[in-house]
Every structure is written in structure tokens, then in C-alpha cells.
């Protein structure tokens, strides 16, 4: 099946509310074996810290591990995602934490409102052109000197996944993406770029995260 164009949105949502309970199984412990991933939350923490605390977002948060990470490291987070069944999975393992169904593309939060960012390869499942329309949205409720961290797959294809975790049928696209080309789009929408790492460089795909500021 060609990689789809249309209806991304409602085909992710869809996808992740089918496979929520697979995703939540497979990502289980997952912080625990990562400590590349671990050590990239240390240092979001410790700059949102540096920047006077507050709120942030864990925006396409699925199950909510990240989340609660954050939190167990001092960070005031709270998750959003698109798929209501990935929020109920959330709040039912994290019933102390906040979680919210949303869209990056549409936000339902105030300009300037929150001290930093997490999209931990949630980005993945956005098409190129709609990339600028969603950093957009991360500067506009980001105050000035807030932290943003993107994750997400390295590499140059699009993978399409048509059977879920638990084997039902779903319908999603997987963008794997430079580096570079994040760090370009990043600038564009007028981040700072801070670091980049990239996590398991030999693998067959690597991952990678960069660290952005909101300057102003
Ligand atoms: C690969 S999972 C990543 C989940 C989690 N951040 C992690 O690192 O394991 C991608 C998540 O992004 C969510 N997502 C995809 N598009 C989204 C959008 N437009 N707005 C909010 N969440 C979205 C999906 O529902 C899914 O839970």
C-alpha cells in the first residue's frame, strides 16, 4: 500500500485508538533500557529548571511514561494526544497525572502559557507540509526562553503500518527524517537550536532528538 497523503489525521487517531493497548504493552519499561532517552529528559528538565520552571506539555504523550518520568524528575508535566483510547490508557496508569485528548495542529492552550515542549516521536506521524503549521503551534504557547525536545526516527523513508501490536488492521505513516531537515524546519518556524543528539547511529533506525529554545 502507497504511503497515505490524505486523512492523516483521523487515520493516526484511529490507528493508535485501535492499537493503544499494544502500543502501551510494547513501550512498557522502555525509559528503563534507554539511558540516551533518560539522559535527554535530565537535561530538558534541568534547562526548563534554569528558565524559572512551569508547566509542560507531552504533546502526542500515548501512554504517558514520559510524562510521568518527567515528573518523577521534578518537571510539572502534563500529556496531550490525539488518540482517546491512548488518554484513557494514560490516566488509568497515571491517575495522579493530567492528560488531555488533543491536537498539535490546533493546540487548546494560551499563548505563551507553558515552559517547555515534549514531542517524543509523535512528529513522526505528521507530513512534511503540515511540520511547519505544528511548530508553529509549540512557539505560539511557549513563553519566551521556553525548552522544546523533539524524538524521532532518523533516516529518509516512510513506513506504512497496516497491522497493529495486536495484529487489527490500522492505517498510519511512520516519517523517518534527518536530522538536518529538523533542525531546518526548527529554525524556520525561529527556534534556537541548543543540541542534537542521535541515539544508536549504526542501527537500522537510529533515533534522535534536538534541543530547541523559544528565544522570544
Ligand atoms: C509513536 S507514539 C509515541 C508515544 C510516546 N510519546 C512515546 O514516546 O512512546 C505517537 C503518539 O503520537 C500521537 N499523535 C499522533 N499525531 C498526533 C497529533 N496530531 N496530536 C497529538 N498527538 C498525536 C499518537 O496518538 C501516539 O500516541
Same mark, same amino acid.
Given at each position: ?113 507553558? !515552559? &517547555? ?5 509523535? *512528529?513522526?506521524?505528521? @507530513?512534511?507540509?503540515?511540520? +511547519? $503549521? ?54 524556520? !518556524? &525561529? ?5 542534537? *543528539?542521535?541515539?544508536? @547511529?549504526?542501527?537500522?533506525? +537510529? $533515533? ?9
Amino acid at each position: 500500500m502507497p504511503p497515505m497523503t490524505d486523512n492523516w489525521l483521523s487515520d493516526t487517531r484511529m490507528s493508535y485508538d485501535i492499537d493503544a493497548s499494544g502500543y502501551a504493552e510494547k513501550v512498557r519499561g522502555l525509559l528503563d533500557r534507554m539511558p540516551y532517552l533518560r539522559a535527554s529528559l535530565a537535561a530538558f528538565a534541568e534547562a526548563v529548571h534554569q528558565a524559572g520552571g512551569g508547566a509542560v506539555a507531552d504533546i502526542g504523550c500515548g501512554p504517558g511514561y514520559v510524562t510521568a518520568h518527567l515528573n518523577e524528575v521534578g518537571v510539572d508535566a502534563f500529556g496531550i494526544d490525539l488518540a482517546p483510547e491512548m488518554i484513557a490508557i494514560a490516566r488509568r496508569d497515571h491517575p495522579q497525572l493530567r492528560f488531555e485528548v488533543g491536537t498539535m495542529t490546533a493546540l487548546d492552550l494560551a499563548d505563551d502559557s507553558i !515552559a &517547555g515542549v515534549v514531542a517524543f516521536w509523535s *512528529l513522526i506521524h505528521v @507530513p512534511d507540509a503540515a511540520i +511547519p $503549521g505544528v511548530l508553529d503551534e509549540f512557539r505560539r504557547v511557549l513563553r519566551a526562553q521556553g525548552s522544546l525536545l523533539v524524538g524521532f526516527h532518523v533516516g529518509d523513508e516512510t513506513r506504512h503500518t497496516s497491522e497493529g501490536y495486536t495484529g487489527r488492521p490500522i492505517n498510519v505513516d511512520s516519517h523517518h527524517r534527518r536530522p538536518s531537515q529538523v533542525v531546518d524546519w526548527l529554525r524556520a !518556524a &525561529g527556534f534556537t537550536i541548543e543540541a542534537e *543528539l542521535v541515539i544508536g @547511529p549504526g542501527e537500522d533506525v +537510529p $533515533g534522535a532528538v534536538v534541543f530547541a529554545r523559544n528565544e522570544s
